[in-house]
């Protein structure tokens, strides 16, 4: 005898992976539900991705002015207002989420922390539900480390609550989030230090890339503390003060850690299911689920990929396996990633390091050149192109590239490399001049 539940499926968490999973359900005719403590959309379109997207674009009006002079404008140099910014930023986030919300047409929102009582019945504050299949896709947090005074620290959430902007900032972490905030920060005319316990900022990034963003962020007035970590934080008078294991001491209005995340499953009492975790996160297989045949997780809070669009093919993959004899996977070696900085870095494949362990063999071509848009200016910021080859193929197995537009012109390679596009079908590819893309062509 089927056993019959309340819904054929139940999504915990309402952010992008989460969301993709419910209405592709739902397309499928499924009985489905979304279990959601917090604001629809997750961290992606609340206090992730598409507010920090934002800071981005303001940031570049004032790369914008600098290099204004030089194209016959005459205008003062403006200043910026953050209380108006952070005004419109939070009425596009709140009409965002709205429009979300009204997107999930068929699918019921229950409110609520949702906790496991078995592998098919589900707490969600004092409602008791039961359900076929359930999509854990909790998201994560930012992961703060355990020293004296660390609750005098934000996190990237709690940037987007300041009302006013501080003179001066220090953010600890080099990666993507540390380096993106710092540009901005810096922009907006506050003082920023960053410190990064890795030699160079974006450890994962080939080494190239880091070396010249280290460099854009010191043209672009942000001082980087390579090598050392925080070890306590003490409030000073109208100040903090930040004591790293180096014997530094450094004093900021603010301080921002950007150290990397924490799944959020902390209350899903995962206990009660058996659902295997490592380093606290939730182990998962191809198609996203835990050894529960009917438990599946996706996104921030899995041992994958911490990415939007990640988390969403994810969702795609997870629900097919549930509702079909399809078992399809996500490819993760053609992932393309990005640092939101000016100019943009993106990059896809190996970096030379891991290429030069995983292959007896390798080239290298690289590439400096300046785009036209600043051949007039004295900013001049060097673009920078690198391709890494397998010799004996000659199949491009790694791009790396910094410029404006970056982002667009390497993930519009990623069909082509996963076909295996090799340097000699690159180098016959006629590029549209003047263009930053064409660089990549004339490599």
């Known amino acids: 005898m089927t056993a019959t539940y309340d819904y054929?499926?139940?999504?915990?968490?309402?952010?992008s992976g989460?969301?993709?999973?419910?209405?592709?359900?739902?397309?499928?005719?499924?009985?489905?539900?979304?279990?959601?403590?917090?604001?629809?959309?997750?961290?992606?379109?609340?206090?992730?991705?598409?507010?920090?997207?934002?800071?981005?674009?303001?940031?570049?009006?004032?790369?914008?002015?600098?290099?204004?002079?030089?194209y016959g404008w005459v205008n003062p140099e403006g200043l910026f207002d953050w209380p108006d910014f952070k005004q419109s930023m939070d009425d596009y986030i709140g009409s965002l989420r709205q429009t979300q919300t009204e997107n999930l047409e068929g699918i019921e929102i229950l409110r609520g922390e949702a906790t496991f009582v078995d592998a098919h019945t589900l707490k969600i504050d004092k409602k008791t539900i039961t359900t076929e299949f359930v999509l854990i896709a909790v998201g994560s947090r930012p992961l703060m480390p355990d020293i004296p005074g660390i609750e005098h620290a934000l996190t990237s959430r709690d940037i987007f609550q300041l009302e006013t902007l501080p003179e001066?900032?220090?953010?600890?972490?080099?990666?993507?989030?540390?380096?993106?905030?710092s540009q901005v920060l810096s922009s907006f005319g506050c003082r920023v230090t960053l410190v990064d316990s890795n030699p160079n900022v974006l450890n994962t990034f080939d080494k190239d890339i880091?070396?010249?963003?280290?460099?854009?962020?010191?043209?672009?007035?942000?001082?980087?503390?390579?090598?050392?970590?925080?070890?306590?934080?003490?409030?000073?008078?109208?100040?903090?003060?930040?004591?790293?294991d180096n014997g530094w001491s450094l004093k900021a209005q603010k301080i921002f850690c950007a150290l990397g995340r924490k799944a959020n499953i902390d209350t899903l009492n995962l206990d009660a299911v058996g659902v295997t975790r490592k380093e606290n996160k939730i182990v998962v297989d191809a198609q996203g689920q835990t050894q529960e045949s009917n438990i599946f997780a996706v996104g921030d809070c899995t041992d994958r990929m911490l990415l939007t669009p990640v988390a969403k093919a994810e969702a795609a993959v997870a629900v097919k396996a549930m509702f079909s004899d399809k078992k399809p996977q996500v490819d993760y070696f053609w992932i393309p990633s990005a640092v939101f900085m000016h100019p943009e870095v993106a990059t896809v494949g190996l970096n030379e390091d891991d290429a030069r362990q995983q292959h007896d063999s390798i080239e290298t071509h690289c590439s400096e050149f300046t785009p036209l848009k600043y051949a007039m200016t004295s900013e001049s910021p060097d673009a920078f192109i690198k391709l890494i080859l397998q010799q004996k193929s000659q199949k491009i197995i790694g791009i790396h590239l910094i410029a404006p537009r970056a982002v667009d012109i390497v993930q519009s390679l990623v069909p082509a490399l996963e076909k295996g596009l090799t340097k000699d079908e690159l180098d016959s590819t006629i590029g549209i001049h003047p263009s930053v893309g064409e660089e990549v062509f004339a490599l």
């Not at 419910?22 to 206090?47: F, H, P, S, Y």
């Not at 460099?215 to 003060?241: C, F, H, M, S």
């Open 8 to 15: 054929d499926l139940v999504v915990i968490g309402a952010g």
């Open 210 to 244: 880091q070396e010249r963003v280290k460099q854009i962020l010191v043209n672009d007035r942000v001082r980087v503390v390579d090598g050392a970590r925080l070890k306590e934080i003490e409030e000073g008078t109208g100040t903090l003060i930040a004591t790293l």
């Open 18 to 70: 989460g969301l993709a999973a419910a209405r592709q359900a739902a397309k499928l005719g499924k009985r489905v539900a979304i279990a959601e403590k917090a604001d629809i959309g997750g961290t992606c379109v609340n206090r992730g991705c598409i507010p920090t997207k934002l800071m981005i674009y303001a940031a570049e009006f004032s790369k914008q002015q600098k290099i204004a002079g030089s």
């Open 168 to 181: 001066s900032f220090l953010i600890v972490g080099g990666g993507y989030i540390g380096v993106e905030f």
